[in-house]
């Protein structure tokens, strides 16, 4: 407890370190900074309870430190067991003593969370009893962990029953029912209450927004929802732009093999495919792409890569990353069949793209630790074959965040800058959004894009009068259709 509030962090001895560097991304994020100044005064967000669940790092921290600078109360945890940086975490608790930076942010995240810990973080986010309210008047979330666990406690507490563990589809689910249960039998109506006082969530990536898009199609979404993912400057900055950097970042520092030369297979040439497929080849790899889309595929080609079937490519590569968003997109028997020492990784959302629960099931297969999130997996000799290895990271979750720090500070703060602006949007304009899921307006996306031109030197070409009547646009914009695709 600090300043009479409860957290949970790894160590705050970190603060110091953390603060310094929340310091230089605060320069990386123009968008952030701006939202500050123009929307501080009059505190947007004052009586905005907001429980986040999105990777607690230090971009995170500045985006943190906005909401709060804008009058908002806070309650965090990290969207992924390995993604916290802990100075980061630790900062955000201790505070830096000014207005934006309170101390006392309950944070609940730490590098290397167990699965029943993590679930246990979210779940502890979602509780507002400390502050006497029963949950959040709002949600930040990442890939959708605590809009799920909303979403499965209301159906529990009207069914009055939790199902038992051998319903359980994997560990993690098995972690989450217990979670639900042991929260119905303290009070059977929590997080019934809790949705009721929800005016929304904003969703930052392509699978959580997936999941909301289920939700509403079947008529089970309890509240509005911002798709933050599909502002033009989220998904075609972020996902690939980012993923552009922090794929090699993190192939770098897990194994710092080099990487030219070699044969790289990207799974899924969506927006985050493309930025890895580029920065592979940036640093020389022979770069095969994969795809169910024959858009994409088609695109794939277009740029140079080779377009093909894992199975195809198998013999020869030496990394396979997975973007997909899918699941059950490199198998054991993949796994198996590649060569010795192939790195295999995932950067999309979850870790079933790659089937961890399938290759630890492989007969006589051994795992050692060659570092955290870093594990060779041997497999034995037989046959023709003589005993061989790969090397998974992150134990097939998101490696960008579990072996290097995710995305830079540039890039997050367009990413962030449309969460700040939705969560503005949700919170003040509430009764302007029905329950289901919207995508912030087009002027909006063009302002974040707008807030980070002065920071690169960018100057733009201002349209006259006659130019914007014979295009048909207005002088300062939108300039595009709904449809345009960029
Ligand atoms: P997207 O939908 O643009 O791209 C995914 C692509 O994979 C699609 O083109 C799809 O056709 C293809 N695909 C699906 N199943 C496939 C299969 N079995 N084999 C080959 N290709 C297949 O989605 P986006 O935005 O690229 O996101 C992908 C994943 O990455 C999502 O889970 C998203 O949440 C996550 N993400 C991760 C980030 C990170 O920092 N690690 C950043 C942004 C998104």
Redesign the pocket.
């Known amino acids: 407890v600090v300043g009479g509030v409860q957290h949970l962090v790894a160590d705050l001895g970190l603060a110091e370190a953390g603060r310094h560097q929340i310091r230089l991304a605060e320069h990386e994020m123009p968008g952030l900074m701006a939202l500050r100044a123009e929307m501080g005064p009059a505190q947007p967000l004052r009586g905005a309870r907001i429980t986040g669940s999105l990777h607690m790092t230090v971009q995170t921290a500045v985006l943190i430190e906005t909401l709060t600078a804008l009058g908002a109360e806070v309650r965090w945890a990290s969207c992924n067991i390995f993604s916290t940086q802990d100075e980061a975490a630790a900062a955000v608790v201790v505070g830096s003593g000014t207005p934006e930076a309170p101390a006392g942010v309950p944070v609940f995240a730490w590098k290397g969370e167990t699965l029943a810990e993590y679930w246990w973080c979210t779940d502890t986010a979602l509780d507002w009893s400390r502050e006497g309210h029963d949950g959040p008047n709002m949600l930040l979330d990442d ?1 959708g962990d605590a809009t799920l666990l909303v979403h499965n406690g209301v159906s529990a507490e009207a069914a009055g029953e939790v199902a038992g563990p051998e319903a359980a589809e994997n560990a993690e689910h098995a972690v989450v029912l217990e979670t639900l249960r042991r929260s119905l039998a303290a009070d059977g109506q929590r997080f019934t209450k809790l949705a009721q006082g929800l005016k929304g969530v904003t969703e930052e ?4 927004v997936h999941r909301l898009v289920e939700m509403a199609r079947d008529g089970r979404l309890l509240f509005p929802a911002i798709n933050v ?1 599909d502002s033009v400057t989220k ?1 075609k900055f ?2 690939t732009y ?2 552009r950097h ?1 794929l090699v970042d993190g192939l770098n520092r897990a194994t710092d093999v080099l990487i030219g030369g070699k044969v790289a297979v990207v ?7 493309k930025g890895c497929a580029e920065s592979l080849r940036g640093q020389g790899a022979r770069v095969v792409v ?4 024959p858009i ?1 595929a088609l695109q794939a080609a277009m740029e140079g890569y080779q377009v093909t079937t ?1 199975e195809d490519v198998l013999p020869t590569a030496d990394i396979v990353v997975t ?4 699941k059950d ?1 490199v198998t054991a028997d993949h796994m198996a069949a590649m060569k010795d020492k192939a790195i295999v990784a995932n ?4 870790d079933n793209e790659i089937d961890m629960a399938g290759l630890a099931r492989v007969e006589g297969v051994q795992r050692t630790e060659i570092k955290p999130q870093v594990h060779e997996w041997v497999f034995p000799g037989s046959g023709e074959r003589p005993e061989h290895s790969v090397i998974v990271l992150s134990e097939g979750r ?1 490696m ?2 579990g072996n290097a720090t ?2 830079p500070s540039f890039v997050m703060s367009c990413s962030f800058s449309n969460q700040v602006i939705a969560q503005v949007e949700l919170f003040t304009r509430t009764d302007e959004y029905a329950t289901a899921v919207h995508v912030l307006p087009k002027h909006l996306d063009e302002k974040v894009a707008r807030l980070h031109l002065d920071a690169l030197g960018v100057r733009l070409t201002e349209l006259s009068a006659s130019q914007a009547s014979y295009l048909g646009v207005p002088v300062e914009g939108p300039f595009k259709p709904e449809a345009y695709r960029y």
């Open positions: 890939g990536t392509t699978t959580g993912n998904s972020d996902n980012g993923c922090s799974c899924g040439y969506g927006d985050v495919g994969t795809e169910v889309d994409c894992l973007t997909t968003g899918c997109v950067i999309g959302h979850f998101l960008n965040l995710g995305h």
